[in-house]
């Protein structure tokens, strides 16, 4: 039985990925997930367990609203990480920060209220990684092969980041799926 996520001042590195590793398509196109389905009341579990959001300023200059998260149902602070802030558009709901990874979490948990603060980006979440200041990696894998875009993580020549399940009996066991070209 899969264990629903819940609210705990974590922070989540969570994303729907294609089965080979992208979280976004080239251009950080999305619409290869029309058509994917999730669990029943997936929305619903992750809108009243976020707090806030911390995104990265591609993310933001690719999808500038930050009403559209969960679709509109979620509603909540949105951080956006960049070195530039000067020239982002003032939007309500959305802080620009030009500040380390550590204190963007720091200011995103405090605005989570013991909620999750949920990471939208892989590039800070591979920082954040390095920091040790993620909680829970968090994946929807969506039933498609992308082979382009933007992976989930890039490290050349980094190590192994070992990994342990959560709400596993084995928290090693290798996760099976099998699927068929549609
Ligand atoms: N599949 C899903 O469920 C899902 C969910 C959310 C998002 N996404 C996708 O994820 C993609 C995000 O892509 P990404 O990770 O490549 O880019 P990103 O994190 O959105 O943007 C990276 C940029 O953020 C800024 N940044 C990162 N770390 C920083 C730091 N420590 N200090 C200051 N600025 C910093 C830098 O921009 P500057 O130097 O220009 O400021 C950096 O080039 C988007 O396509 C989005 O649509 C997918």
């Known amino acids: ?29 999305m619409d290869w997930m029309t058509g994917t389905t999730f669990r029943p009341g997936l929305i619903d579990e992750y809108a009243s367990t976020t707090g806030a959001v911390l995104g990265g300023r591609d ?5 500038p609203d930050p009403g559209g998260i969960y679709g509109g149902v979620w509603k909540g602070p949105l ?6 802030p000067e020239d982002a558009t003032p939007t309500d709901g959305a802080t ?13 948990l405090e605005a989570a209220g013991g909620k999750n603060l949920e990471v939208f980006s892989p590039d800070i979440g591979r920082q954040l990684l390095e920091l040790g200041l993620i909680d ?5 894998i969506a039933p498609v092969l992308l082979g382009d875009g933007i992976r989930l993580y890039v490290n050349p ?26």
């Open 59 to 63: 993310g933001w200059d690719a999808y």
């Open 157 to 182: 020549g980094g190590p192994p980041i070992r990994l342990r399940g959560v709400g596993t009996e084995d928290p090693l066991a290798s996760v099976d799926v099998r699927f068929r070209p549609a």
């Open 136 to 140: 829970e990696i968090d994946l929807h």
């Open 96 to 108: 620009f920060l030009d500040c380390g990874p550590a204190e963007a979490v720091r200011i995103g």
């Open 1 to 29: 039985m899969f264990e629903p996520q819940t609210a705990g001042g974590k922070v989540l590195w969570h994303f729907t990925m294609s089965l080979d590793g992208f979280v976004a398509g080239p251009g950080h196109s």
């Open 79 to 84: 951080f956006v990480l960049t070195h530039h």
